[in-house]
């Protein structure tokens, strides 16, 4: 039986036309990054901890397996085996959903995310093109093409608060309800600043196609060096967003226990943990996408074209463009961890101040520069813009009104600091040990130690 055959009793939308190969390329895609970046999250914890380790002079895990390979698999087991806990007077069904509003926002947002560039399917190996009768058909590797892609982006992104508050408020514990509150409050903040830094990227490139940003990139030039601030601005709420070090103000272990997920237990931690670092390599695709020319490794097209990728081509194309998209999520993971080793966390007015007194003001006058040169046709000199508006922020900063320091020293009536009126304070110190600066003290003065 031929595929002529065949077809005809397939239903109509069934046919191998354009839009039915798109579909099914984007399932397929979809179906194998989703499976790739569960194994990634998984993977990551262990490169945090190798990471940490190497950079405190450690080892890390290294008994699970052949060079501790095996760690990630001993930790789900041993999540799947924890005792599943519900406290008493929590609201049982939020408490219940909460991991997983959290989760699914992380787990659709890639689906726009262009991972390769236009495969033709004509060329695809044994035979398979003329035997499924796609030749000549083009298919974007995308889990969806969507000309609104990046709006899409942010409706999703801004939903994962809603599982952060939930999960805090259900809990029926002041430590998961403040850490709840911290956590909504600073991503509420930090998604004001990334919307606009990504808008500086769409205004400069004119669409809100990722697949036509990306082809924008290669043939000018990556973001990152057109628009460094916005790149600076846009990873800083990466980070915020993800509750990632030193935004993680939410775990803060020595005020919260564990913040708003202090009361889950088992693999409903599981997942509040896993959604972090879901985020983190979502942001790190987009990141990818917005600033760093997405599969492109020429960050300079218009100056040297030619020795970029192809942005159509085979299957081996196609998987070589994955692959340099998986190196850049990759290395900017490692960042974000190396970040998290390196600086303190923030205090919680710091991190507040930081979005509405820096990145916000900063983001918005970076939006008025990027008009002023998409007005002026000057797209290929973005970078003037950046410059512009660190000079503007470096000259009227410190001519702004500052908030009273908020670290002041409160004196305490009756410290030697505040004495009561009319009250001797002696500060000068009482032990006749103290007294002596000799080397050797007498003996006559007691013993050295009792140890």
Not at 36 to 63: F, H, T
Not at 218 to 224: E, P, Y
Not at 295 to 316: E, K
Request: aromatic share 10%.
């Amino acid at each position: 039986m031929g595929l002529e055959t065949i077809t005809q009793y397939l239903p109509s939308w069934v046919a191998p036309t354009p839009a039915f190969c798109q579909i099914v390329t984007g399932m397929l895609v979809i179906l194998v990054m989703l499976h790739v970046i569960l194994g990634g999250c998984a993977y990551g914890i262990m490169l945090e901890r190798k990471l940490s380790a190497w950079m405190q002079d450690r080892v890390g895990p290294n008994r699970v397996g052949p060079a501790g390979l095996l760690q990630p698999i001993a930790d789900g087991l041993k999540f799947i085996m924890k005792e599943e806990y519900t406290p008493r007077g929590a609201d049982k069904v939020l408490f219940m959903i909460a991991p997983t509003l959290i989760m699914i926002p992380a787990m659709i947002s890639f689906a726009i995310v262009p991972w390769g560039g236009t495969l033709e399917l004509s060329q695809l190996p044994f035979g398979l093109a003329k035997t499924l009768g796609v030749e000549g058909i083009t298919v974007r590797l995308a889990g969806a093409v969507v000309n609104v892609g990046m709006i899409y982006l942010l409706a999703v992104a801004s939903l994962g608060v809603y599982g952060v508050a939930l999960g805090g408020w259900a809990s029926n514990s002041k430590f998961s309800f403040l850490g709840g509150l911290r956590a909504s409050a600073q991503m509420i903040s930090y998604e004001i600043p990334m919307g606009i830094a990504l808008l500086c990227v769409v205004l400069a490139a004119g669409t809100l196609d990722p697949m036509v940003i990306v082809e924008r990139q290669q043939t000018g030039s990556w973001n990152l060096l057109q628009q460094p601030l916005a790149a600076i601005i846009f990873y800083t709420c990466m980070l915020a967003e993800s509750n990632r070090a030193p935004f993680d103000l939410a775990e803060a272990e020595s005020e919260l226990v564990g913040g708003y997920h202090t009361e889950y237990s088992s693999m409903r931690f599981a997942m509040f943990f896993l959604a972090e670092y879901f985020h983190m390599i979502t942001g790190a695709a987009f990141f990818s996408l917005l600033f760093l020319g997405g599969w492109s490794v020429n960050p300079i097209g218009a100056l040297l074209p030619g020795l970029d990728l192809p942005a159509q081509g085979s299957l081996v194309m196609g998987l070589l463009h994955v692959g340099v998209m998986a190196g850049k999520v990759f290395l900017l993971v490692a960042f974000a961890m190396a970040i998290r080793w390196t600086l303190p966390r923030f205090r919680f007015d710091q991190l507040m101040k930081l979005a509405w007194e820096g990145m916000i003001p900063a983001s918005i006058l970076l939006l008025a520069g990027v008009s002023v040169m998409v007005y002026l046709g000057l797209e290929t000199w973005m970078w003037v813009a950046s410059l512009a508006c660190l000079a503007v922020i470096w000259v009227v900063g410190p001519m702004l009104p500052k908030q009273a320091n908020p670290n002041q020293r409160i004196p305490m009536i009756g410290s030697r600091f505040s004495p009561l009126r009319d009250s001797t304070v002696r500060t000068a110190p009482t032990n006749p040990v103290a007294l002596d600066d000799s080397a050797i003290p007498d003996p006559r003065q007691g013993p050295l130690s009792i140890h």
